[in-house]
């Protein structure tokens, strides 16, 4: 039975963004994007790149449009794994289990980027695929938990202290590989890949350690996907009959196209836009990296302060504000290292605030319930589409235009619209039961 507010289950929870949180910054930031760009692009003598075509299912694409099209393919079957497994979670009472499942199959997939080979890049690309599959729907369990281990006046703070261990973890690993590359050579950056595996693994067993399994009655049986989909439907109808729920939720999707799509292309637009031909300079790409995630550290606590003081609504007003600011800011004036760097530490700031606030807002307008992987698959799907959206807006301008510096002015279109829908979402609601009363606006 979990013990709600206490602090050693709350802190334990928190840990699993120290584990997961190495994938996104190692697999989707730094380390495997620079590996990627690096091994499907051809190179004249002087290590200038000459082509960055890649034939791909028989297409000849720019090999970031064929990065952006795969991970947009994992999102898409996140969105159609989540609603059903969730509610087969809930109903069976396995949430753990469905944790752990994807944790597994994230890592492992994570560590079998260890040989990834140009050569057969449609095989090499389903390791990809899967740990970018095993990553986020594991993040619809560990999230459902949050409104379950911590009440509404503790999520924000324990939100962001979750994002600030993430953050804080994933950069000691990348130190740690970035190091070993470094130090020892180009050709141990495979093994950053199978570092960041079993990182993700052993870590986790700090969570998995407080998290109780099963204890529910409804057993699993041969209509347990019908189950499940009975269970999401229930939690679709209150949602639809919701209007806070079902306005924050729009608001979501809108800016999380933007959010999400700038942490998944941030470091490919800088090797094609900012550190190009004299400019050239990997190191200067981990530099930004590393600024990013220090500065998210901060900016998490920052913005959860602000949410305390003025409200969740306002403060995240005030973040996608800046998020419009930072995407102008690219498309003008963002051609030199110093200038990304200036860059990078105001969406450092900005993203922290911004990734934990989302969370804790949406747990706190939820009712009382045993229905959470359900509610918070709603969230992750909501999500996902917005990052599918926004992941094939960017690689259909690229291929238009030939540049992705023009995929920018698409970001700031979604930032605005998310900024916009804020101003519908009710401050209060009276509203029908799930299983208790919602009673803690935001």
């Not at 890649?54 to 969105?79: D, R």
């Not at 740990?131 to 560990?142: P, T």
């Not at 009975?230 to 809108?254: A, D, N, P, W």
């Not at 959010?259 to 981990?286: R, S």
């Amino acid at each position: 039975m979990i013990k709600k507010g206490d602090k050693k289950t709350m802190n334990r929870w928190a840990f699993y963004d120290w584990a997961n949180s190495v994938y996104p910054l190692v697999i989707s930031t730094a380390i495997f994007p620079i590996f990627y760009s690096s091994q499907t692009s051809q190179h004249d003598a002087d290590g200038n790149v000459i082509s960055d075509m890649v034939s791909f299912f028989g297409y000849n694409l720019p090999n970031t449009v064929v990065y952006e099209y795969v991970v947009a393919a994992s999102f898409l079957m996140v969105c159609i794994l989540s609603p059903l497994l969730s509610g087969v979670a809930d109903y069976s009472g396995s949430k753990k289990r469905f944790l752990q499942f994807f944790c597994y199959l994230g890592a492992i997939s994570t560590a079998s980027l260890y040989f990834f080979n140009p050569e057969h890049l449609e095989l090499s690309m389903i390791a990809l695929f899967l740990g970018s599959l095993g990553f986020w729907n594991s993040l619809v369990f560990y999230n459902a938990y949050l409104p379950e281990v911590a009440y509404p006046e503790q999520q924000d703070k324990l939100s962001a202290k979750g994002f600030s261990l993430g953050y804080a973890g994933a950069s000691i690993l990348l130190i740690i590989c970035l190091a070993m590359i470094m130090g020892i050579g180009k050709h141990l950056t495979v093994y950053a890949f199978v570092l960041t595996g079993i990182w993700w693994i052993a870590f986790s067993q700090v969570t998995y350690s407080v998290l109780p399994n099963s204890q529910s009655k409804n057993k699993i049986t041969g209509r347990i996907l019908g189950d499940g989909f009975r269970e999401l439907k229930k939690v679709g109808q209150f949602i639809r009959k919701t209007r806070r729920l079902k306005s924050y939720l729009l608001s979501f999707f809108l800016f999380s196209m933007g959010v999400q799509t700038v942490m998944l292309i941030a470091v490919l637009f800088a090797k094609k836009e900012v550190f190009v031909g004299e400019n050239a300079n990997d190191a200067g790409l981990i530099i930004a990296v590393m600024l990013i995630q220090f500065i998210a550290i901060p900016g998490a606590f920052a913005f959860s302060w602000s949410a305390k003081k003025i409200g969740n609504i306002k403060t995240l007003g005030i973040a996608l504000f800046i998020w419009c600011l930072c995407c102008s800011y690219a498309y003008l004036f963002v051609y030199d290292e110093l200038n990304f760097y200036i860059l990078a530490s105001i969406v450092g700031f900005v993203m922290g605030g911004t990734q934990s606030l989302s969370r804790s807002t949406y747990s706190k307008y939820l009712p009382e319930t045993k229905d959470t992987a359900s509610f918070f698959s709603f969230y992750d799907i909501t999500e996902k589409v917005g990052i599918v959206i926004g992941m094939v807006s960017v690689g259909l301008l690229e291929s238009s235009f030939g540049s992705m510096r023009t995929s920018v002015l698409a970001l700031i279109v979604f930032f605005a619209l998310g900024f916009i829908t804020l101003f519908f979402i009710p401050k209060d609601e009276e509203k029908g039961t799930l299983n208790a009363p919602i009673t803690d606006p935001v």
